[in-house]
């Protein structure tokens, strides 16, 4: 009998070619789309594209009709608001510079959508991000990266569990981004040929200050002071979820030369202003750690690591200082290490773990 597959169709080419794929390779594949903007207006819904909107919605279910599969949209409203847009505005009020994609993946995607499948009697799920999961000699699953680096997800994907791994499909990250589109042009997906989604989804206008100002009210710090590094007072801020780490552009800081934020202190509603090498660093440590291809790191290990999706990685050392605490050593300073974001470590083309920067 068949393996069933719930595959999370988003309504764009990627996840539309992985269950083309899985129906290929002999399993039984249902369609589900998470839905979390069910009170969209038509326009909202239009506006909101991306994999969270409604509109989604047509997208996938046409191509569910052209792979003559089961389709069905599940509600994630609840799941998606409590751990991706309260958490998303929580970590800028507290200075932080989130990654909601991180969060909705291991919270929503798997954790609601893996339990809701196994629920209905399904093996597995799959999704259609560029990465691979391997079961290694030890024993463990893992993430390895996707047969293009250009366009590899697994830093997105790194917090994901042994048990959400071992009940996962990611057919994609075999094939590079041309070979999917080609794959369904040949089948005539009708997504074949729709553009790829790059803001975050429930932030499609990307004024993310205004967002936390809609959600927070009146928990929203309102202006302060812009300090320079030794604590002198150089200018008025708009308030601390303007900025990140690194920023330079919006200031409107009359300096003479580019200036950076260096840091954000929320505590005083201050936030910190550099020189450009100010912005450099090669230490920092992280907490909430999600270990992959091992269990725990009990000692040192040079690794890859990579502190933000678009960072290239660089090379690291890593070791643990406590309970949940790994320092980590890069061999040359590294850019804009923010709390808030992942830092990743790979060996080789495999996630060993990660954590989120403090």
């Not at 009998?1 to 594949?29: I, N, R, T, W």
């Not at 069905?72 to 309260?86: G, L, P, R, S, T």
């Not at 993946?105 to 399904?122: H, M, P, Q, T």
Request: aromatic content about 8%; hydrophobic content about 35%.
């Amino acid at each position: 009998m068949a393996k069933k597959v719930v595959v999370g169709m988003s309504g764009g080419v990627d996840s539309s070619v992985a269950a083309c794929l899985l129906k290929e390779q002999g399993y039984d594949v249902v369609g589900v789309t998470m839905q979390i903007w069910q009170d969209e207006e038509e326009s909202a819904k239009e506006e909101n594209g991306g994999c969270c909107g409604l509109s989604a919605v047509d997208d996938a279910r046409r191509v569910a009709q052209a792979l003559d599969i089961p389709y069905y949209v599940m509600n994630f409203k609840a799941e998606f608001q409590k751990n991706v847009m309260d958490y998303f505005v929580d970590e800028y009020l507290h200075g932080r510079t989130p990654n909601p994609c991180i969060a909705c993946n291991r919270y929503v995607k798997w954790e609601s959508l893996l339990k809701r499948s196994l629920d209905i009697g399904a093996d597995y799920i799959a999704t259609g991000h560029y990465a691979r999961i391997d079961r290694l000699p030890n024993g463990r699953y893992s993430l390895r990266t996707s047969k293009t680096s250009a366009k590899d997800q697994t830093y997105v994907l790194y917090n994901l569990t042994q048990h959400q791994l071992a009940h996962t499909l990611m057919p994609v990250g075999e094939y590079t981004k041309e070979e999917i589109r080609q794959i369904a042009a040949e089948r005539n997906l009708p997504v074949a040929h729709k553009p790829d989604s790059q803001e975050i989804c429930f932030v499609p206008d990307q004024d993310y200050a205004g967002f936390i100002e809609r959600e927070a009210g009146e928990r929203v710090p309102g202006p302060g002071n812009f300090v320079w590094r030794d604590g002198t007072v150089i200018g008025t801020h708009k308030g601390i979820t303007h900025y990140t780490i690194g920023q330079r552009k919006g200031l409107n800081l009359a300096m003479g030369r580019p200036v950076f934020v260096t840091a954000i202190r929320p505590d005083t509603n201050e936030v910190v202003i550099g020189e450009g090498e100010d912005v450099f660093s090669t230490e920092l440590t992280c907490s909430r750690l999600n270990f992959m291809s091992i269990e725990k790191l009990t000692e040192k290990r040079k690794v890859f690591g990579k502190i933000r999706y678009g960072h290239k990685g660089a090379e690291c050392l890593i070791e643990p200082v406590g309970e949940d605490l790994v320092r980590c050593t890069f061999r040359e300073p590294v850019r804009a290490v923010t709390p808030g974001q992942a830092v990743v470590f790979y060996e080789g083309e495999y996630v060993l773990g990660g954590g989120t920067i403090l």
